[in-house]
């Protein structure tokens, strides 16, 4: 599979996130997963320590056992743990980076991210908690989540001289959820940041599984008890989307991430996976280089937002 770089790594142009492991995902079905993508060349694995409250991390090293020096291991701190704290002060980063090692079974993490900004301390104190650990040999790399591009700059602005820096931004980022446009992929792309959209699918509705005029499909993470209606507008898009992707005999999963993978700034796509079939799916995905003529088709087809 094709690699780009965050930092000094370099990453396949799809990666696993790991948030349906000890959610969704028991520790058995999770080394299922693992195992698929590493058949398929996915070996980047997206998680964070509040995903299932830690189980994420440990089913992930559980799956990976010998084979954790073959792949590259994403995590994320400062959402609220249970009993364990919350935030980027230089202390807790410190305790949740030790937790996460533990957890993982690992003695470095590659990818380190601030997974939301924590106004309550100066980003130059995050920062520097941040090196230490790169100093250590604890992380290699260390990186940012939900982040503006006035937050990203911030960052940029604040650290401390020969410190390590922010690689990567990961963002919520889709055909249909565009935010990153605003600012986030041209600082990405001004600065060398290695941009990594997460809900690259928009939840599911990417994958031809929902459909104008018929019923959600039960089960569905749009199909499931309190899940919001679906956008009509949305689905509008999606038909054309699918029309567009299957008269050159892809799927609009694969158009899905095609297009994510033409913008510049965009160095793995991140997506969920429940079943080893979505991994290969996945994977496969990535071969499809849109021409800028289905480039410009595409984007006329999405309109403004």
Known sequence: METRTIGSLAVPVVGLGCNNFGRRLNAEQTAGVVDAALAAGVTFFDTADIYGQGQSEEYLGRALGQRRRDVLIATKFGNRMDGAGQGAHPDYIHRAVDASLRRLGTDYIDLYQLHTPDDSVPIAETLGALDELV???????????????????????????EAARFVS???????????????????????????????????????????RGQPVPEGTRLGGPGAKPIDDQELATVEKLIEFAEARDHTILELAFAWLLSRPAVASVIAGATKPEQVRANAAAASWQLSAADLSEVDALLGTR
């Open 169 to 211: 931004v990961q963002n919520e980022y889709s055909m249909l959820k565009r935010a990153p446009e605003d600012g986030v992929l041209a600082d990405c792309e001004r600065l060398g940041l290695g941009f990594l959209p997460y809900f690259p699918l928009a939840s599911g509705l990417l994958t031809g599984k929902y459909r």
């Open 135 to 161: 100093r250590a040999g604890k992380v290699r790399e260390i990186g940012s989540s939900n982040f503006s591009a006035e937050q990203i700059d911030a960052a940029e602005q604040a650290r401390p001289a």
